[in-house]
């Protein structure tokens, strides 16, 4: 890394130029008078991809290239399996600088690694099967409480006004009158008709005490109707009904080495772990485990390739930070990457990577 210190000094002069739209193009680096970074990075889409004879391609790797170009530094590519020895890699000085959507964690940076200022926000979330039709989805979304509680709302307080009404109307109104089972059955009757404004007229309250309660009613009915539909959307049947709280107990999958294996540790679920994401969703496919957590960038990605077969379930379980890491103590390079990336964020860069990369993947989602 010292090779590179009196390089960058002198080059830190440039620090503030913004990329130019030209930027978001993939470059390849060939002057030789550059001084040569090694860049370590492992596939995570679409933030690496990574293709035979090609170098890596994505929203990282554009970032990257930006911030060698603006420091007018070589790269040489050095890609790895797993985060694990991606990491290794930084500590044992295989490679100098380490990118992809690496989350910034405190573990992480006790292991004798420093990191850069976050240039995107993440977090992890869990994907599972989707359903193959919507009825199985509804029925359990339908037994679920925050469901039923609407329901159990419209019994409770209809049995309570028809009480009420038969409390004060069975002394003088023969619709309400005689045994009480049946006076208060047709006091709950009329409560119902009020709630769903059928109003039959079939059963009144002539009296003003019950005429106040049945005017009270009817305005108290409306948030009641309101709750009742809130709770039947498509949002809450569908998407909501699974999440990790609901799969406690049942094996989950993670990603060896990775944020959402230690997520994972201190959650009430059997973990799992796999050494790539690959061999995770093979898992998810066979029933081996009911769930995979990842980050939500990469997931939703992957599920926009495989809408039919994929879902998000719930909603982010952490939030994390994406920085590059360096060895601890490369002072000189973090300040440089560091000056970069919050100049790529005040003139809108990162905005533009992230239009470039994500923008396509929204648009499908929103049509489907």
């Keep these: 890394m010292i090779r590179h210190l009196s390089a960058l000094t002198v080059l830190l002069t440039g620090l503030w130029i913004a990329p130019s739209a030209q930027s978001l193009e993939p470059r390849v680096l060939a002057d030789s008078s550059r001084p040569t970074i090694r860049v370590g990075t492992k596939e995570l889409p679409p933030f690496i991809s990574i293709q035979p004879s090609t170098i890596p391609y994505g929203y990282s790797a554009d970032l990257w290239q930006a911030i060698a170009d603006d420091l007018a530094l070589q790269t040489e590519w050095v890609t790895y399996k797993s985060v694990s020895d991606l990491l290794a890699g930084v500590q044992t000085g295989e490679v100098d600088v380490a ?147 609901a799969l406690s107990g049942q094996p989950v999958g993670a990603i060896a080495g990775t944020t959402g294996e230690i997520f994972l540790q201190s959650q009430p679920v059997q973990l799992m772990t796999y050494p790539d994401f690959k061999t995770a969703v093979a898992a998810l496919e066979t029933g081996e485990i009911q769930g995979v957590i990842q980050d939500e960038p990469a997931l939703r990605h992957f599920i926009n390739l495989n809408p039919d077969a994929f879902a998000l379930a719930g909603t982010l379980l952490t939030n994390e930070g994406y920085g590059l890491a360096v060895r601890e103590n490369d002072t000189e390079l973090l300040e440089a990457i560091d000056r970069m990336i919050l100049n790529y964020q005040q003139r809108g860069f990162l905005q533009e990577l992230h239009r470039k990369w994500f923008q396509e993947t929204a648009l499908e989602t929103t049509v489907r």
């Design 99 to 245: 990118i992809a959507g690496i989350s910034i964690t405190a573990q992480r940076e006790s292991d004798g690694l420093d990191f850069s200022y976050p240039f995107y926000q993440s977090g992890l979330q869990l994907m599972v099967p989707r359903s193959e039709t919507a009825l199985p989805t509804l029925a359990v979304g339908m037994l679920q409480w925050k469901n039923l509680r609407p329901i159990f709302l419209i019994f409770a307080s209809s049995t309570l006004v028809g009480g009420l009404i038969w409390l004060v109307e069975h002394n003088h109104n023969d619709h309400f009158s005689g045994n009480p089972l049946n006076g208060i059955s047709q006091g709950i009757w009329f409560a119902i008709v009020t709630l769903g404004t059928f109003g039959y007229g079939d059963v009144t309250p002539t009296k003003f005490a019950g005429r106040f309660i049945a005017t009270l009613w009817m305005g108290f009915s409306f948030f009641i109707v309101a709750d009742f539909i809130a709770s039947l959307t498509v949002h809450q049947l569908s998407e909501s009904t699974v999440d990790l709280q």
